[in-house]
Structures are given as structure tokens and as C-alpha cells.
T-cell receptor, first 115, second 115 residues
């Protein structure tokens, strides 16, 4: 079945530095990739949607300059948290899709801690 | 606006008892509906999905869900719960929302299983 690999699974960084999270679809070409943020004991909040070769579409309230998303190929999307601060600490999950009717496959998530 | 509501934040059932988790949605067309399960600190695993056809869908781990258009519901059921079913369950609606293909989540239901 469809597999999405997300790395790293955990990262600790210092305040003010940037962190890159990778999301790869291993056995299918993802026309659309999604990035979600999940706070403890809460639901997944969609941050942005990216289509290969296009600029990402950010949800209302998500800072595009802080959360840089690149979808350079049909199998790779990256999320860069720039100038991270402790309030950016969260669980970030990516998802990849070939189209709604094919469903959505999720990565295993990245636990970001900013100290 | 498209939305998903899971009225029950937390449910506790006894092992071996039946389970029903409620999900109501708001969507302008026939939705693509999903149920996912998440264990602590993990990504999401797809339990089942509905796109069209038979309104009773079977999923993994003995779960099933029934799509009821008249009630805008997609409730998840399991006849006999196992202790390993304790987790967070998310209902989601996917499809074209505005200009993009998106997957929107409900707030989740945390399932606890008593021995």
C-alpha cells in the first residue's frame, strides 16, 4: 500500500534556529501534500496544501514566512520552521494524496521541541 | 463551510462491549469520508473510507461505518472492543474545498477501554 515517510521523527532545536522536516511518498506520486500541526490532546489543524511545482496554499492564520513549504517533486515536500520559538513546539504531520478519491496517506509525524 | 463534528470528546467502554463513535459533517456535495486512528505520539492509520456505493463500509480491525446522507452522519462502530483499541479516533471529510483538494478533521474522540 501507499507509504509516506516523514523525517525526522523528533527534533530539538534552539530558539532562533530553523528546522526542516521532510515528507516523502515512497511508492506513489503525490500530486498534493498537506502539512498539519497537532497540539497535545487536540485535533489536526491543516496548515497548508502544496501541489508539485506550485506555491503552497496556506490556511488562514498560518504565517507563510515562518512555515516555508516546498514541493519540488511529486514525491517530496519539505516544511521549514524558520526562526523557531518555543511556541512553535508541536507535533507536525504530513500527508500525501494522488487525489481525494485515492485517499490520503499520513507520515508518522515529527515532534518538534524548541528550547 | 465544510466541517466535521465529533460530539464525544472522551468515551469509556468495557472490553468486549460494543462501540459507536459519532461523526457529523457539513459539505456541499457528496463527501469523501474517512475514519483514522491515532495512538499516542504516532501518525494516523486509516480505518476505513467512504466514497460512493454501499453506505455500510467495512474497515480494518473489525470496524465498520455507515454513511447516512439524511443525517449527515458517518458513525463508526465495532461490535466488541478490545483493549488494544484504546486510542484517539478522528473522522475526516475530504475532497475539493474551494480551489484545492483538502482533508478536514473533526476534533477527535479519545477512547478508553476498561478491563
Amino acid at each position: 500500500g501507499a507509504v509516506v515517510s516523514q523525517h525526522p521523527s523528533r527534533v530539538i532545536c534552539k530558539s532562533g534556529t530553523s528546522v526542516k522536516i521532510e515528507c516523502r511518498s515512497l511508492d506513489f506520486q503525490a500530486t498534493t501534500m498537506f502539512w498539519y500541526r497537532q497540539f497535545p490532546k487536540q485535533s489536526l489543524m491543516l496548515m497548508a496544501t502544496s501541489n508539485e511545482g506550485s506555491k503552497a496554499t496556506y490556511e488562514q492564520g498560518v504565517e507563510k514566512d515562518k512555515f516555508l513549504i516546498n514541493h519540488a517533486s511529486l514525491t517530496l515536500s519539505t516544511l521549514t520552521v524558520t526562526s523557531a520559538h518555543p511556541e512553535d513546539s508541536s507535533f507536525y504531520i504530513c500527508s500525501a494524496s494522488q487525489g481525494a478519491i485515492y485517499g490520503y496517506t499520513f507520515g508518522s509525524g515529527t515532534r518538534l521541541t524548541v528550547v | 463551510a465544510q466541517s466535521v463534528t465529533q460530539p464525544d470528546i472522551h468515551i469509556t467502554v468495557s472490553e468486549g462491549a460494543s462501540l459507536e463513535l459519532r461523526c457529523n459533517y457539513s459539505y456541499g456535495a457528496t463527501p469523501y469520508l474517512f475514519w483514522y486512528v491515532q495512538s499516542p505520539g504516532q501518525g494516523l492509520q486509516l480505518l476505513l473510507k467512504y466514497f460512493s456505493g454501499d453506505t455500510l463500509v467495512q474497515g480494518i480491525k473489525g470496524f465498520e461505518a455507515e454513511f447516512k446522507r439524511s443525517q449527515s452522519s458517518f458513525n463508526l462502530r465495532k461490535p466488541s472492543v478490545h483493549w488494544s483499541d484504546a486510542a484517539e479516533y478522528f473522522c475526516a471529510v475530504g475532497g475539493r474545498i474551494g480551489a484545492t483538494n483538502k482533508l478536514i478533521f473533526g476534533t477527535g474522540t479519545l477512547l478508553a477501554v476498561q478491563p
